[in-house]
């Protein structure tokens, strides 16, 4: 019983102590938006509700609300998800992923750790040179006027 307690109460109490972090933010999730935000799916390319969206506001992680995006940072790459060249400041967490054979970075809510899509460096997209691959799923629009 006490091996159970350390596998699996102590981590998530340790989770729950992540500034704001909510227990259960994947609730209000349906299965679509958990495949990509707790299991770390990728939606696909060209199909996201934000791919081609430029309207004035920022993103917010889906799961927790936390603000991750501004508007002014989104920018049309062609690669098929949103684009975002900068993030607003301690709100990602980038992680090395070298899963299916590639060497990525991968990022994630700094508030609840969900799962948000890669960043890629040394692209020449910007003059920030630096890639933010979202996935729209792991995202929401909050316009400006709000």
């Known amino acids: ?10 981590p998530l109490s340790i989770l729950g102590q992540n500034k704001g972090f ?15 935000i707790v299991d770390k799916g990728t939606e696909a390319p060209f199909s996201g509700e934000y791919n081609n969206f ?5 993103y917010i992680c889906r799961a927790c609300e936390t603000p991750l995006f501004k508007s ?6 062609n690669c098929g998800w949103p684009s975002f060249d900068d993030e607003i400041e301690n709100a ?5 992923d070298n899963s299916y054979n590639m060497q990525r970075i ?3 809510c700094a508030n609840c750790n969900g799962h948000l899509g890669h960043v890629f460096y040394g692209e020449k997209y910007t003059d920030k ?5 979202v996935n729209s799923l792991s995202l929401r629009f909050i316009p400006d006027n709000e």
């Open 106 to 108: 991968e990022i994630c």
């Open 72 to 77: 002014s940072s989104k920018f049309n790459s």
């Open 129 to 133: 040179n630096t890639r933010h691959c």
């Open 22 to 36: 909510n227990m259960d933010y994947f609730n209000k999730l349906n299965e679509q938006e958990r495949s990509i």
């Open 1 to 10: 019983m006490k091996n159970l307690f350390l596998l699996f109460v102590l």
């Open 92 to 96: 990602i967490i980038k992680t090395p």
């Open 54 to 58: 430029f309207e004035k506001g920022y």
